[in-house]
């Protein structure tokens, strides 16, 4: 199975401030990464598909990047909204692991 | 509007067995495959299962196969997932996901969106 291992696993930022979370796999997976937003108590929402592409309706503010083994999820200017857990999930080959999750907390 | 509404989860002993659903809607449902993820309380997130759009791909994680099997009837526009053998360690909230595409193994398969939820509980 693809491990997939994020860093940090908690982190404390402010409004305003710019935030990189890092997704690293196990092996290659090419471009095969997606990302997700989950706030306490509701299901997850997905943010970038394919290690770059923005989902639609999801701020431009959010931006992924890497391939291979290594990326990256930036919120340029962290807004109230934006606390909350974030997860990477490889889809290149079954079984699509997730990375043990990213919370983002307010400083 | 895509809108996928988990159901059937409940309290259940361990060994027990338990079927979950999910009714889809906004969508052509045969044309996706559909997945299964599921959350331990205040853990991170297990992906479980996919099928495909025709219903005739499956795929499993390790921690359930054998156990589980996922399934579909596209004339109802619902996902199911039979649950035997159950263990304190399937406690979770369920949830459904979208795929992107019909094939079950495919690497185009990101989730979205994703149901609300249902919560199994396996305790004696």
């Known amino acids: 199975d693809i491990q997939m291992t994020q860093s940090p696993s908690s982190l404390s930022a402010s409004v305003g401030d710019r935030v990189t979370i890092t997704c690293r796999a196990s092996q290659s997976i090419s471009t095969y990464l997606n990302w997700y937003q989950q706030k306490p108590g509701k299901a997850p929402k997905l943010l970038i598909y394919a290690a770059s592409s923005l989902q639609s309706g999801v701020p431009s503010r959010f931006s992924g990047s890497g391939s291979g083994t290594d990326f990256t999820l930036t919120i340029s200017s962290l807004q109230p909204e934006d606390f909350a857990t974030y997860y990477c999930?490889?889809?290149?080959?079954?079984?699509?692991?997730f990375g043990q999750g990213t919370k983002l907390e307010i400083k | 509007e895509v809108q996928l509404l988990e159901s059937g989860g409940d309290l259940v002993q361990p060994g027990g067995s338990l079927r979950l659903s999910c009714a889809a809607s906004g969508f052509t449902f045969s044309s996706y495959a559909m997945s299964w993820v599921r959350q331990a309380p205040g853990k991170g997130l297990e992906w479980v299962s996919i099928i495909s759009g025709s219903g005739g791909s499956t795929y499993y994680a390790d921690s359930v196969k054998g156990r589980f099997t996922i399934s579909r009837d596209n004339s109802k526009n619902t996902l199911y997932m039979e649950m035997n053998s159950l263990r304190a360690e399937d406690t979770a909230v369920y949830y459904c996901?979208?795929?992107?595409?019909?094939?079950?193994?495919?690497?185009?398969?990101?989730?979205?969106?994703w149901g609300q939820g249902t919560l199994v509980t396996v305790s004696s």
């Open positions: 996901a979208k795929g992107f595409q019909t094939a079950a193994g495919s690497a185009y398969n990101w989730f979205d969106p």
């Open positions: 999930q490889q889809s290149y080959r079954t079984p699509y692991t």
